[in-house]
């Protein structure tokens, strides 16, 4: 049986900042906090010896595999997955939060909820969800035991859940920063057994 771990990045904004729509054009590094949780997910992750490790094409994600794959020295490589990359925001990208709550409105519930993408935003739903499916196909062939560990962003962890066989009851589809989500993949089937993890 092969374990996922889906991690999402760390803080990218502190307390007192301008809180913005953060997508694939905004390439931002972890903040303070960020840094500070990414240091422990390194620590809550440092018992697995991770056979592989993705992340995305964005900083913020290569900070925060960095940060948990360093807390060992026999952990893998660490290789990017463009897939795993964030999501266009379109005209609110970049933004901040409470314009684009004012703009979509309704819109936005329907993203946090059910995962609709709001008019301009750029989202290949189809696309994120054949590589989540493709990812969990390889992942069935792995050794028994083995663990991966992958660092995405929200609007690519969210539509995770959509191609898992069996989930938990009452999911929340936002992966929060700094939090991940454990899966099983077999021959038979993928189970998450949790998601919003904190250390």
Known sequence: MARLYIVRHGNTFDTGDTVTRVGARTDLPLSVSGREQARKLAAHF??????????????RTRQTARAILSAR????????????????????????????????GAALEAWDRDGVPPP??????????????????????????AAALLVTSNGIA??????????????????????????????????????????
């Open 120 to 145: 301009g935003w750029q989202v290949d739903v189809a696309a994120i969800r054949a590589g989540w499916s493709d990812l969990l196909a390889r992942a069935a062939g792995l050794a028994e035991d």
């Open 158 to 199: 969210r539509f995770l859940p959509d191609v898992v066989d069996k989930l938990p009851e009452g999911l929340d589809r936002k992966l929060k920063t700094g939090a991940w989500g454990e899966l099983t993949v077999t021959s038979s089937g993928s189970e998450l057994l949790s998601w919003n993890q904190r250390p």
């Open 73 to 104: 020295t026999d952990n893998p490589a660490l290789l990017v997955a463009p897939f795993l990359t964030e999501i266009d925001y379109g005209p609110d990208e970049n933004q901040p939060e409470e314009v684009v709550a004012a703009r979509l």
């Open 46 to 59: 440092a018992s697995i010896r991770f056979s592989a490790a993705l992340c995305s094409t964005l900083v």
